[in-house]
């Protein structure tokens, strides 16, 4: 493939790289409320035109100045501020975002694309709280576009008619501990799975040919 052609990761999602993104919260308010964990898988293409998880990039984060940390969304996600491991793995919002983002521009330029575009288990609120940090930091070169992605809770909604991440998981075929969730790294890693599933289920079954033939008639 020359430098000029398009990959299949390009061509597949009309030049965005689909990034998995989970972060696990103080509450639901993105503004005044902490990011406590992030995790991002990035997406690769094999040979055959499956679309794989890649890597995988988490980190524990420090709360930032004055944020609300609420007590019930602790007891939701089993998030330990005063954990000794926690203490020694957190870093600050802006680092977490500079070591996520390095590699995510990094899978762009290497797959041809011209943005990611953010994958989430009910995404709008992962791609909230994304946004505000990114606002805080004070970070000019956000890879990903500012309000478009792709919703796993949706899709799986119209494919496997579950909404649930973890039922959504086993109807796809998933492996899902329930002990493991609310966990950012976790979570990511099995949504990847779920949209990658889903990605390769509509190819399986023509979907993307059929999509493809539609464009070309389009365009002449």
């Given at each position: 493939?020359?430098?000029?052609?398009?990959?299949?990761?390009?061509?597949?999602?009309?030049?965005?790289?689909?990034?998995?993104?989970?972060?696990?919260t103080?509450?639901?308010?993105?503004?005044?409320?902490?990011?406590?964990?992030?995790?991002?898988?990035?997406l690769?293409?094999?040979?055959?035109?499956?679309?794989?998880?890649?890597?995988?990039?988490?980190?524990?984060?420090?709360?930032?100045e004055?944020?609300?940390?609420?007590?019930a969304?602790?007891?939701?996600?089993g998030?330990?501020?005063?954990?000794a491991?926690?203490?020694?793995?957190?870093?600050?919002?802006?680092?977490?975002?500079?070591e996520?983002?390095r590699?995510?521009?990094?899978?762009?330029?290497?797959?041809?694309?011209?943005?990611?575009?953010?994958?989430?288990?009910?995404?709008?609120?992962d791609?909230?709280?994304?946004?505000a940090?990114?606002?805080?930091?004070?970070?000019?070169?956000?890879?990903?576009?500012?309000?478009?992605?792709?919703?796993?809770?949706?899709?799986?909604?119209?494919?496997y008619?579950?909404?649930?991440?973890?039922?959504?998981?086993?109807?796809?075929?998933i492996?899902?501990?329930?002990?493991?969730?609310?966990?950012?790294?976790?979570?990511?890693?099995?949504?990847?799975?779920?949209?990658?599933?889903?990605?390769?289920?509509?190819?399986?079954?023509?979907?993307?040919e059929?999509?493809?033939?539609?464009?070309?008639?389009?365009?002449?």
């Amino acid at each position: 493939m020359s430098d000029s052609t398009p990959s299949s990761m390009s061509r597949r999602f009309r030049g965005f790289l689909p990034v998995v993104v989970d972060l696990e919260t103080g509450g639901f308010n993105a503004r005044t409320d902490a990011m406590l964990e992030i995790a991002a898988v990035t997406l690769t293409m094999d040979d055959q035109g499956s679309v794989l998880p890649d890597e995988t990039f988490f980190f524990h984060i420090e709360p930032f100045e004055n944020a609300n940390v609420e007590q019930a969304a602790l007891d939701f996600t089993g998030i330990r501020l005063d954990s000794a491991l926690r203490q020694q793995q957190a870093v600050s919002e802006r680092h977490a975002l500079d070591e996520i983002f390095r590699p995510v521009r990094k899978a762009i330029k290497s797959q041809q694309c011209n943005r990611a575009i953010l994958v989430g288990h009910n995404a709008a609120f992962d791609h909230a709280f994304l946004n505000a940090a990114v606002e805080r930091a004070g970070i000019k070169r956000n890879p990903f576009h500012p309000f478009s992605s792709f919703d796993t809770a949706t899709l799986s909604g119209l494919v496997y008619g579950q909404t649930v991440l973890a039922r959504a998981c086993r109807a796809a075929g998933i492996a899902f501990d329930n002990q493991e969730a609310h966990s950012a790294r976790y979570d990511t890693e099995r949504t990847a799975e779920l949209f990658c599933a889903i990605v390769n289920r509509f190819r399986d079954l023509g979907g993307w040919e059929l999509a493809v033939r539609e464009q070309s008639m389009d365009a002449e």
